[in-house]
């Protein structure tokens, strides 16, 4: 079994939404390092949060066309970390010893994404709808969650909790029965699909009425997760969810829809209700235990209904321990 750092450090994992990355240097976190996400004119660069000289917080300092200027001596960092200036001996050779740890950084999605490892394992995930003009996209703040990366996919990828954990928002209680479904391998993951009748969003006074939703569940490994609602009465759209590892306990969860840019009512719907939905969701997730996603099957029982998260678990199993994500779990 690997470490859950050596692990998961060969994907690309969201440290921020590119929106929240404006002229100012920004602190992230994954993985249990500390990073700092700054803008450079050939795109976003990520390194290691505290400067070679002494430890000073990048994140205090300033963004210049050179690149990263510390706070405390004006050492300025490029965008691959080696350091181009150190203002107190203009003219001597920079040390080597001088740069910060810089890892692959990319832009994509409305996310800055980074790679901890040398070489990425797997490609980004494979979202063609919002690159090409189709549709509008609403962010929620970001969900910082005292709940691990897998267990929050889990939770989002999870056919059962529907109408226990959201009555009241948009769960049935009605429907209790889980009807068989399949789960589907994709290249770079799974997908799913069931039909359920929520409860669209009460319009008024008038009660709520049931919406017979056809929901598809994708999850691209480790950690990303996209889920499009077909409903029949309210509007159509799709949710973002990528769960970024802070450790093997916590995550934040970068957390979006898109939607017909037509419907210019959407992102109000949307994130009054999503972040009622979401804040179900947070109660249940922060008092599971353990607390870390569990790597093998034992400690917890397990029935048909649980079918996308036991094959989503399995992959995930599969990256802990090294081996490809379609080879059957022994035992
Ligand atoms: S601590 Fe950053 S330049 Fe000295
Ligand atoms: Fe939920």
């Not at 450090?9 to 990355?21: C, D, N, T």
């Not at 999605?109 to 979202?127: D, Q």
């Not at 691990?148 to 109408?163: F, K, Q």
Request: glycine share 8%; aromatic share 10%; with cysteine.
């Amino acid at each position: 079994m690997r470490s859950y750092e050596e692990a998961f450090s060969p994907y690309w994992h969201p440290v921020a939404f590119a929106h929240e990355l404006k002229e100012r240097p920004l602190a992230a976190r994954l993985l249990g390092r500390e990073l700092v996400v700054w803008r450079t004119g050939a795109g976003v660069a990520v390194t290691q949060r505290y400067c070679a000289h002494r430890g000073a917080d990048l994140c205090a300092g300033e963004v210049s066309g050179e690149g990263l200027r510390c706070a405390f001596h004006g050492w300025t960092y490029g965008r691959d970390g080696r350091c181009v200036r150190i203002p107190s001996q203009p003219g001597a050779p920079i040390p080597p010893s001088a740069a910060l740890a810089s890892f692959h950084a990319t832009e994509r999605y409305g996310l800055v994404w980074v790679c901890l490892a040398p070489e990425p394992a797997a490609p980004l995930p494979e979202w063609p709808e919002l690159e090409d003009g189709s549709c509008a996209t609403v962010p929620l703040p970001r969900l910082d969650w005292d709940v691990s990366a897998g267990r929050m996919v889990e939770i989002v990828l999870d056919v059962a909790h529907l109408s226990w954990v959201h009555e009241g928002t948009f769960g049935n209680p009605e429907q209790q029965e889980v009807l068989p479904y399949e789960v589907e391998r994709l290249p770079q993951g799974l997908r799913a699909q069931i039909v359920y009748p929520a409860l669209a969003p009460p319009m008024g006074a008038a009660p709520p009425k049931v919406d017979k939703t056809t929901l598809t569940y994708e999850v691209s490994f480790p950690f990303a997760a996209r889920l499009h609602f077909k409903p029949t009465l309210f509007f159509k759209h799709t949710v973002y969810a990528v769960a970024s590892p802070w450790s093997e306990e916590k995550m934040q969860c970068f957390y979006f829809a898109s939607y017909h840019p037509n419907l210019r009512m959407f992102p109000d719907i949307f994130v009054k209700s999503e972040l009622a939905i979401l804040e179900q969701d947070r109660l249940v997730g922060e008092g599971q235990r353990p607390k870390a996603h569990p790597v093998d099957f034992s400690g917890e029982a397990h029935v048909r209904a649980d079918r996308l998260n036991l094959e989503y678990r399995r992959g995930v199993i599969a990256i802990r321990t090294g081996r490809p994500i379609d080879a059957p779990t022994p035992g």
